[in-house]
Antibody, heavy 119, light 111 residues
Framework: EVQLVQSGAEVKKPGQSLKISCKGF????????ISWVRQMPGKGLEWMGI????????KYSPSFQDRVTISADMSINTAYLHWSSLRASDTAIYFC????????????WGQGTLVTVSS | QSVLTQPPSVSGAPGQKVTVSCTGT?????????VHWYQQLPGRAPKLLIY???NRPSGVPDRFSGSKSGTSASLAISGLQAEDEAVYYC???????????FGGGTKLTVL
């Protein structure tokens, strides 16, 4: 079965760094863009950014441009979302999704990773 | 406030038809950008329901349909079932902002 499997829930303190992952099983990432989406508690979906299949292009929403870094290692079919310094306001569920292009729909989604940032 | 505007909630009785609207601007839906629709059940990841304005992925019942006109798009759900109770999101690419956008989401209640 083709699926995107994300890393487990994380509990961190403000100021700490964090990298969460999204691994493809049953299909390669080759040819696909991978996006990240934030969902704060009780709120809607927010598009954070997307990385191209060959990593040559990464697009970010202005809201997240200076807060996170999106990267990938296609040799292990895995994309990452990284924070260098977490804030309490980063507490949310983060989803990854697969796209054939930045303009096309996310046809496959990960199960989500809950990130809790609290002192 | 989202650039793509959706009603916060809609409701309907089992068997009825409901429509969820998604209003954008000339830089996204009005520019011809594809509109996609997702269903998010409580505690679950979003699931693709409609892509490219009106196309259904394999496995999505034909009770779900999408349309687009001008700067707006709509998701119609006919023959409402209890299992349709969820939050529905529209998505489209904005050419001016160079980002993909989600609507604020619409909660469907099946009465």
């Amino acid at each position: 079965e083709v699926q995107l499997v994300q890393s487990g829930a994380e509990v961190k303190k403000p100021g700490q760094s964090l990298k969460i992952s999204c691994k493809g099983f049953g299909s390669r990432f080759t040819g696909y863009w991978i996006s990240w989406v934030r969902q704060m508690p009780g709120k809607g979906l927010e598009w954070m950014g997307i990385i191209s299949p060959d990593f040559s292009d990464t697009k970010y929403s202005p809201s997240f441009q200076d807060r996170v870094t999106i990267s990938a290692d296609m040799s292990i079919n895995t994309a990452y979302l990284h924070w260098s310094s977490l804030r309490a306001s980063d507490t949310a569920i983060y989803f990854c999704a697969r796209h054939e292009s930045p303009f096309l729909a996310g046809d496959l989604w990960g199960q989500g990773t809950l990130v809790t940032v609290s002192s | 406030q989202s650039v793509l505007t959706q009603p916060p909630s809609v409701s309907g009785a089992p068997g009825q038809k409901v429509t969820v609207s998604c209003t954008g601007t000339r830089s996204n839906i009005g520019a011809g950008s594809d509109v996609h629709w997702y269903q998010q059940l409580p505690g679950r990841a979003p699931k693709l329901l409609i892509y490219g304005d009106h196309n259904r992925p394999s496995g999505v019942p034909d009770r779900f349909s999408g349309s687009k006109s001008g700067t707006s798009a709509s998701l119609a759900i006919s023959g409402l079932q209890a299992e349709d109770e969820a939050v529905y999101y529209c998505q489209s690419y904005d050419n001016s902002l160079s980002v993909s956008l989600f609507g604020g989401g619409t909660k469907l209640t099946v009465l």
